[in-house]
């Protein structure tokens, strides 16, 4: 990486006296070219921005324009109201026969059917809290890397303004690409539920019938199975966000825990704005325009986050692969094909994994998946039910990342004390005076009551 960020030269930095004094020299262009540029350039910044972003770091009018264009140009037809009924029937039926698996009660109010474009309106909100924390990392970055050099006292003013542009570009920047995942996600996801995160408003419940048709091509299996099997599991979600209060902000907590730990390579933008000619906003806008390298950092912190992040996901796609099998066995003959091709999905890599590498720089790996569904079946079988749903109650009894390693443990608790399950609990809790008289052969006092030859007194 060059030691000269964006083509700015510090002062007593080398031996070489010809070096410009003026910052914005060293970018190809004089004072009289800056200014021109700082009116053409606010000029396109303001356009961009029309509308308002809500006040973040991230332009999340242009991320939805991004989206939407790109579901909207490979074909996002409305949905039908022969669609809609059939979306709404079957959330209705997945509840009905989730009721007998899971003490938690049903989540959805209103089952809505969507497009592609109506799942990137619905769920922009979350997104936005999900992706704001990293896009104000590589915001801070950039400006830090422009601003962060000695730049001098008379050239304060100067540089302020285009500071405060590129921090404006940044967030276009990440808008752009937060846009062309959410886009690439529409295209992929059957529900809301899809990446394990509460995308849809409190109560809401949906099925995208374009999704659910993907998703069974080349399975063998009717139509009506595969909606009503991904309605099962929409459901399912459904229950967990509804009824268990915390773990909405316990989720999108990890996820900001982990991308606090994000660095941004810069490397790439630098090399692109050095030598660039300032009188061109638009040759900047394009040199600015590349995609960000997300690096986490190796610190127990993040390693923490991510184990924490990793095994909620885990724990909550578990639960729901648990309860949803649980419910379509005996009642949908493809349901065992459905489920694997889930599985398939996620062990190939699905739109969660990818979403997330995009943008907050996290690959999720399927293999917790698998464990925590062990765990889950193992409560099941020991603690029924209710004992099962139990576990929500509070995050403080949710198992660990050491728990998925060893779901017997966690299931069984631990086997250190032999025979220790064995013991008559009420045995150990009775006082002296509850207790029979035991006496041995000698144990009977003497006369005037002192004690006998078994009781330790004199002995012959």
């Known amino acids: 990486m060059s030691n000269t960020p964006f083509g700015f030269n510090r002062p007593g930095d080398g031996d070489d006296d010809d070096r410009p004094q003026d910052p914005f020299k060293g970018m190809g262009g004089d004072m009289a070219q800056f200014a021109d540029m700082l009116h053409r350039f606010a000029d396109m910044i303001g356009a961009q921005g029309a509308g308002g972003g809500g006040g973040g770091p991230l332009n999340w009018d242009l991320a939805k324009n991004i989206a939407r264009h790109t579901v909207v140009e490979q074909g996002d037809p409305s949905v039908v109201d022969a669609e809609r009924r059939q979306v709404e ?109 509460p995308l849809a408003p409190d109560g809401v419940g949906a099925l995208l019938p374009a999704g659910v048709e993907a998703f069974g091509e080349g399975l063998e299996v009717s139509a009506d199975e595969v909606r009503l099997y991904l309605a099962l599991r929409e459901a399912a979600h459904q229950r967990l966000f509804a009824h268990v209060p915390w773990l909405r902000a316990h989720l999108l907590g ?58 909620a996901l885990a724990l909550v796609e578990g639960w729901v692969d648990t309860v949803v099998n649980e419910a379509a066995q005996g009642r949908l003959p493809g349901s065992v094909k459905l489920a694997e091709a889930v599985r398939r999905r996620r062990a190939t890599g699905g739109p969660a994994e990818r979403t997330f590498a995009t943008l907050v720089g996290l690959e999720l790996r399927p293999r917790r998946l698998r464990e925590a569904g062990v765990l889950w079946r193992s409560l099941t079988e020991a603690r029924g039910t209710q004992g099962r749903d139990a576990i929500w109650d509070h995050p403080d009894l949710l198992p660990t990342a050491d728990d998925l390693d060893d779901p017997e443990g966690f299931v069984h608790g631990p086997d250190e004390i032999e025979g220790l399950s064995d013991l008559d609990w009420s045995d150990l809790t009775k006082s002296a005076d509850d207790k029979p008289d035991e006496k041995g052969p000698g144990d009977d006092p003497g006369p005037g009551g002192e004690p006998g030859p078994g009781d330790g007194g004199p002995r012959a």
């Not at 810069?266 to 690096?295: F, Y």
Request: hydrophobic share 45%; charged share 20%; proline share 5%.
């Open 89 to 197: 029937e079957a959330l209705r039926l997945a509840d009905l026969w989730l009721d007998e698996k899971t003490t938690l009660p049903a989540g959805v109010r209103t089952p809505q059917a969507w497009s592609r474009s109506e799942w990137i309106e619905q769920t922009l909100p979350v997104w936005a809290k999900v992706c704001d924390p990293i896009a104000t990392r590589m915001v801070e970055s950039m400006g830090g890397a422009l601003g962060g050099g000695e730049i001098p006292a008379d050239m304060q003013a100067m540089a302020g303004p285009l500071i405060g542009m590129v921090k404006q570009m940044a967030g276009a920047m990440v808008g752009g690409q937060a846009g062309q995942a959410l886009g690439a996600l529409a295209r992929e996801v059957t529900g809301s539920a899809d990446v394990g995160l």
């Open 254 to 311: 990890a996820v900001e825990e982990y991308a606090r730990g994000i660095t941004v390579d810069l490397s790439g933008i630098e090399q692109a704005v050095q030598g660039l000619d300032l009188s061109n906003p638009e040759a900047l806008q394009e040199a600015l325009g590349g995609e960000l390298q997300l690096q986490p950092e190796e610190t127990p912190r993040q390693k923490a986050a991510l184990a924490r992040l990793e095994t």
